[in-house]
Nanobody, 122 residues
């Protein structure tokens, strides 16, 4: 009953920038937090950053100083601004919506997006 869609991925050179978007849809009343994850070929999915509905943010060590997560509660959308990209940032980036409250529902929901490809070339 809640769907998440990522967009904004693409190919950039070493040192380039990309801005990813994560839009949640449904009869949404509120979203507790939206997190960004990534998965490179042959590696497990890893956490990148998150933002809560109140604006609190946190980052993985590799993302600090380079990535910035932001959100728009009215649009049920989160963003991930990625600067100074490196080849090792190449991965499929996923968005996860956690603790989603829907109209006329008495429990929380969660959902994963389909992912968007980010490729950084040297």
């Amino acid at each position: 009953q809640v769907e998440v869609v990522e967009s904004g991925g693409g190919s950039v050179q070493d040192g380039g920038s990309l801005r990813l978007s994560c839009a949640a849809s449904g009869t949404i009343v509120s979203i507790g937090a939206m997190g960004w994850y990534r998965q490179a070929p042959g590696k497990q999915r890893e956490w990148v950053a998150y933002i809560t509905s109140s604006g609190a943010t946190n980052y993985a060590v590799f993302a600090k100083g380079r990535f910035t997560v932001s959100g728009d509660n009215d649009k049920n959308t989160a963003y991930l601004q990625m600067n100074s990209l490196k080849p090792e940032d190449t991965a499929v980036y996923y968005c996860h919506a956690a603790n989603v409250r829907l109209k006329n529902r008495d429990r929380s929901y969660e959902a994963w997006g389909q992912g968007t490809q980010v490729t950084v070339s040297s």
